[in-house]
């Protein structure tokens, strides 16, 4: 059984910074590509940042270009996103997302889901 539970989240102020973890299990890690997704409140559920299985390479929304950083330990099994300089249009529900041998950069190319955790930027 696939799970991908997610950790990080919090409330914090303009400015600050937070680090979210992804654990994964029940997959072949190695062979995923990982990502984050995000959905506001009242808004679809959007892209913010993908990790190749492969290559290792990195693709990221234009919002958060500059801001987030994506990587992920093999060893642990985890992927993580650092993100700095957080806005209150930061404020969502932060998912992680897997996909099989792709890089999931849009929900089509998602296998798996995490359930999420709620970051909340105050101004």
């Known amino acids: 059984q696939v799970q991908l539970v997610e950790s990080g989240g919090g409330s914090v102020q303009a400015g600050a910074s937070l680090r979210l973890s992804c654990a994964a299990s029940?997959?072949?890690?190695?062979?995923?590509?990982m990502g984050w997704f995000r959905q506001a409140p009242g808004k679809e559920r959007e892209f913010v940042a993908a990790i190749n299985w492969s290559d290792g390479a990195r693709y990221y929304a234009d919002s958060v270009k500059g801001r987030f950083t994506i990587s992920r330990d093999n060893a642990k099994n985890t992927v993580y996103l650092e993100m700095n300089s957080l806005k209150p249009d930061d404020t969502a529900v932060y998912y992680c997302a897997a996909g099989w041998m792709v890089a999931p950069t849009a929900a089509a190319l998602t296998n798996y889901w995490g359930k999420g955790t709620l970051v909340t930027v105050s101004s």
């Open positions: 029940g997959l072949r890690f190695s062979n995923c590509g």
